[in-house]
């Protein structure tokens, strides 16, 4: 008798304990694949997917989320965030508070952006002179906090007087511009290497002027075609990927021929610049929540970008709206900058006003920007093997996109950060 139960202890001891199940009940699924399911459970277990079934199919062993009529939906992806920069002086806001401090406000930022729904961001380079997005999203990821999962880029590299640099003060002043300023390929190349070194898994190029900067032109072109290169190349050795803040057409197409993966912004698009996009499979992100929201601000500390928006506004909305239908490869991102998290949502609305149809737009924001991670495999879609990234909608979004600004349930990785009945 003792025999035996020493052995069953041993069996319970080396055993692994079978995580319980759960199902998600709704009244429909949008998979992320194109599809959309009627009456859907979603089996999970060890904080992935393992069956996308019906009623029926829900084992009898599996705690039940029943959510009603809602919608699921795959766990949005924003593929442009800044947690760390603010709205009003964002050029300086990194020079008012310590990396520290940053790290907690942008936990906060991307706390906010999950609850909204955003289970995955790629930062776009931040105001920062440390790193602290990566030390935000190691916490996260060794379980200290909730957050999304982060991606990204530590900082933008620009060049001297670009629009990563600091131009509105006198020379006599030695202060650390909110990007790594850099010139030539040799700087070029050490600067990737550091980013990769500290964190990064993508290089954030600004190889043109910005809109919200104070003395550059976003119609001009400031990296060279040689650094570029240096830049794709040292980031190709190490498998990193580089995102190319863009605006002039000529930008695009340097960055595009240098092998960019992603064009950020892309305002001044051409067809030249679309025709190359498309030979090349590269993605453009064209942030268009930030214009909506500098066109209907009157923060004198974003004069020039409001009044770039005003000026350019149609005409690159034209210019995106040709890029749709010639077959550009759209991804999502939304620049966010600090505003409350539930307007980022707007970018869906955004993508309607150039020729997308709901289910393209949420693709774009789902399957899409995931493949653009090169994550495929592990989330973008409610499918079995993905990570169980979902969230729920009490209306139809397919109906009116504005119900994503309004997000009832959110799960990550399994895990129920928000349940709003």
Same mark, same amino acid.
């Given at each position: 008798?003792?025999?035996?139960?020493?052995?069953?202890?041993?069996?319970?001891?080396?055993?692994?304990?079978?995580?319980?199940?759960?199902?998600?009940?709704?009244?429909?699924?949008?998979?992320? *694949?194109?599809?959309?399911?009627?009456n859907p459970a979603v089996?999970?277990?060890?904080?992935?997917?393992?069956?996308?079934?019906?009623? $029926?199919?829900?084992?009898?062993?599996?705690?039940? @989320?029943?959510?009603?009529?809602?919608?699921?939906?795959?766990?949005?992806?924003?593929?442009?965030?800044?947690?760390?920069?603010g709205v009003r002086d964002?050029?300086?806001?990194?020079?008012?508070?310590?990396?520290?401090?940053? $790290?907690?406000?942008?936990?906060?930022?991307?706390?906010?952006?999950?609850?909204?729904?955003?289970?995955?961001?790629?930062?776009?380079?931040?105001?920062?002179?440390?790193?602290?997005?990566?030390?935000?999203?190691?916490?996260?990821?060794?379980?200290?906090? *909730?957050?999304?999962?982060?991606?990204?880029?530590?900082?933008?590299?620009?060049?001297?007087?670009?629009?990563?640099?600091?131009?509105?003060?006198?020379?006599?002043?030695?202060?650390?511009?909110?990007?790594?300023?850099?010139?030539?390929?040799?700087?070029?190349?050490?600067?990737?290497?550091?980013?990769?070194?500290?964190?990064?898994?993508?290089?954030?190029?600004?190889? *043109?002027?910005?809109?919200?900067? $104070?003395?550059?032109?976003?119609?001009?072109?400031?990296?060279?075609?040689?650094?570029?290169?240096?830049?794709?190349?040292?980031?190709?050795?190490?498998?990193?990927?580089?995102?190319?803040?863009?605006?002039?057409?000529?930008?695009?197409?340097?960055?595009?021929?240098?092998?960019?993966?992603?064009?950020?912004?892309?305002?001044?698009?051409?067809?030249?610049?679309?025709?190359?996009?498309?030979?090349?499979?590269?993605?453009?992100?064209?942030?268009?929540? @930030?214009?909506?929201?500098?066109?209907?601000?009157?923060?004198p500390s974003q004069q020039?970008?409001?009044?770039?928006?005003?000026?350019?506004?149609?005409?690159?909305?034209?210019?995106?709206?040709?890029?749709?239908?010639?077959?550009?490869?759209?991804?999502?991102?939304?620049?966010?900058?600090?505003?409350?998290?539930?307007?980022?949502?707007?970018?869906?609305?955004?993508?309607?006003?150039?020729?997308?149809?709901?289910?393209?737009?949420?693709?774009?924001?789902?399957?899409?920007?995931?493949?653009?991670?090169?994550?495929?495999?592990?989330?973008?879609?409610?499918? $079995?093997?993905?990570?169980?990234? @979902?969230?729920?909608?009490?209306?139809?979004?397919?109906?009116?996109?504005?119900?994503?600004?309004?997000?009832?349930?959110?799960?990550?990785?399994?895990?129920?950060?928000?349940?709003?009945?």
């Amino acid at each position: 008798m003792h025999a035996r139960l020493t052995v069953l202890l041993i069996l319970v001891a080396v055993l692994p304990l079978q995580a319980q199940k759960s199902a998600i009940l709704a009244g429909a699924l949008i998979d992320g *694949t194109g599809k959309v399911l009627t009456n859907p459970a979603v089996i999970i277990q060890d904080g992935k997917i393992v069956a996308v079934t019906n009623k $029926a199919g829900v084992p009898k062993d599996a705690s039940v @989320i029943d959510l009603g009529n809602a919608t699921l939906l795959p766990g949005l992806i924003d593929l442009h965030v800044h947690p760390n920069l603010g709205v009003r002086d964002y050029q300086v806001y990194h020079m008012k508070e310590s990396s520290a401090g940053k $790290a907690l406000s942008g936990l906060k930022a991307v706390q906010d952006l999950l609850q909204a729904g955003w289970t995955s961001l790629r930062v776009a380079g931040d105001g920062d002179v440390g790193y602290a997005n990566f030390e935000i999203r190691d916490a996260i990821n060794q379980g200290l906090f *909730t957050g999304p999962r982060i991606f990204g880029a530590g900082h933008y590299l620009s060049v001297t007087g670009g629009g990563g640099d600091i131009n509105f003060m006198s020379y006599e002043q030695k202060v650390i511009a909110d990007g790594l300023i850099v010139d030539g390929p040799a700087e070029v190349q050490k600067a990737v290497r550091q980013e990769i070194k500290y964190g990064s898994d993508w290089i954030k190029l600004l190889v *043109t002027g910005a809109f919200m900067s $104070a003395g550059d032109n976003p119609n001009n072109v400031h990296f060279s075609l040689e650094e570029l290169n240096a830049a794709v190349a040292e980031a190709a050795r190490r498998d990193v990927p580089v995102m190319a803040h863009a605006h002039a057409a000529e930008g695009i197409k340097l960055a595009v021929k240098a092998g960019a993966r992603t064009i950020e912004h892309g305002s001044f698009i051409d067809e030249e610049a679309m025709d190359l996009m498309i030979k090349h499979g590269t993605y453009l992100i064209p942030t268009l929540s @930030i214009h909506a929201f500098h066109e209907n601000t009157d923060d004198p500390s974003q004069q020039k970008a409001s009044e770039l928006n005003k000026k350019i506004g149609e005409a690159m909305y034209r210019g995106f709206q040709l890029a749709v239908k010639k077959g550009v490869k759209f991804g999502m991102g939304t620049d966010f900058v600090g505003w409350p998290a539930t307007y980022s949502a707007n970018e869906f609305i955004q993508y309607q006003k150039i020729g997308f149809t709901p289910m393209q737009a949420i693709q774009c924001a789902t399957r899409v920007n995931a493949e653009i991670l090169r994550r495929e495999n592990e989330i973008g879609t409610v499918e $079995a093997g993905k990570f169980a990234d @979902i969230i729920a909608v009490k209306g139809d979004p397919l109906k009116d996109l504005t119900e994503l600004q309004r997000v009832k349930f959110v799960m990550i990785g399994g895990k129920v950060v928000r349940n709003e009945k």
